[in-house]
């Protein structure tokens, strides 16, 4: 039960992670985005991978 339990809060962390993630990467400045060779169109992706490596 306690490994369950463990992998939850786990899974849980990590979906707020990509949340965060998404939501500063969507409200970044778009020169800012730029500069840092990011597309603001591609927040899924970068946050998928910086959070759960894929």
Do not use: C, F
Not at 7 to 32: C, F, G, H
Not at 34 to 49: C, F, N, S, T, V
Request: net charge positive; no cysteine.
């Amino acid at each position: 039960m306690a490994h369950i339990m463990s992998s939850l809060r786990d899974r849980l962390n990590k979906r707020a992670a990509y949340n965060r993630t998404v939501q500063e990467i969507r409200m970044m400045p778009l020169d800012v985005a730029l500069d840092l060779d990011i597309y603001p169109g591609d927040a899924e992706k970068i946050a998928a991978q910086a959070v759960y490596g894929r």
